[in-house]
């Protein structure tokens, strides 16, 4: 839900090279966002607003559904890719009360199909040759240091890890199977975390008292994820709401 960490953690030093976030990339370019976590029914959206040369804003918009799915835009290239209508997404599935399983999922809603280095997310390192197939464990883990590469970590990339959720999942993982939250100093880049967690403590008490936690009903059914670049003085509510909750009776897969 951190979208601040995509200009760090993912930092690519070249374009096309390593995946993650390159130098010419929107998000390089917009620098720290601002956010708006807005409530529904389900969970929360939340929009992470970058400005941009020109008096304009590249502007993400989010969903979180209760209790473990997220919905994102996807990650345009450039200008021209501004109009796929892709959503990925992932949901953390609890396995036990100390691990999850972490699925990843894709659709297009729109005329251009998935390729195949989407199918099988090459740029994630989560497609065949990155995951066992038989356990579902990335290849890259904790027990080998996620085959860190302080090299590629000198010239290519910040982290020196292949792969932009082998990067996310090294960052979990260090911090060991229970963490001790209170001692965390969480800031602006965290509200949509504290947005969750706050949302997670109330459905608990919500299920506690016989009520129906968000997420139970089938209101989020009609939830997109949405990116674009607006001017700088537009409301994104006004250029963006419409696609990520229509109203009009459009389908959802369109």
Not at 97 to 117: F, I, Q, T
Not at 149 to 176: C, H, L, P
Not at 207 to 232: E, F, L, M, W
Request: charged share 25%; proline share 7%.
């Amino acid at each position: 839900m951190d979208q601040s960490h995509v200009g760090i953690l993912h930092k690519a030093f070249r374009n096309n090279h390593n995946p993650g976030s390159a130098p010419d990339s929107f998000n390089a370019r917009g620098g720290a966002p601002s956010f708006d976590i807005e409530p529904t029914t389900f969970g929360h959206r939340y929009v992470a607003i970058r400005r941009l040369p020109d008096r304009q804003q590249y502007v993400r918009g989010y969903h979180f559904v209760m209790p473990f799915t997220q919905i994102r835009p996807h990650s345009p290239k450039n200008q021209a890719e501004l109009g796929k209508k892709f959503n990925p997404g992932h949901l953390w599935v609890p396995i036990d009360d100390d691990n999850c399983v972490v699925w990843n999922w894709m659709y297009s809603r729109g005329d251009e199909p998935l390729s195949e280095d989407d199918r099988t997310e090459r740029s994630l390192a989560n497609g065949p040759d990155d995951v066992d197939q038989k356990t579902f464990r990335s290849f890259r883990q904790r027990e080998n240091n996620w085959l860190l590469d302080r090299q590629m970590q000198r010239k290519e990339n910040f982290s020196g890890i292949v792969g932009v959720n082998t990067q996310d999942r090294a960052v979990q993982e260090m911090q060991g199977r229970i963490a001790d939250r209170t001692k965390e100093h969480l800031g602006p880049a965290d509200q949509a975390i504290i947005a969750c967690r706050q949302m997670l403590l109330r459905a608990l008490h919500a299920v506690q008292t016989g009520d129906n936690p968000p997420g139970a009903d089938g209101s989020y059914y009609r939830a997109r994820a949405a990116v674009k670049i607006i001017p700088a003085d537009a409301a994104w509510q006004t250029a963006m709401l419409q696609e990520m909750e229509p109203t009009d009776g459009t389908s959802s897969a369109e």
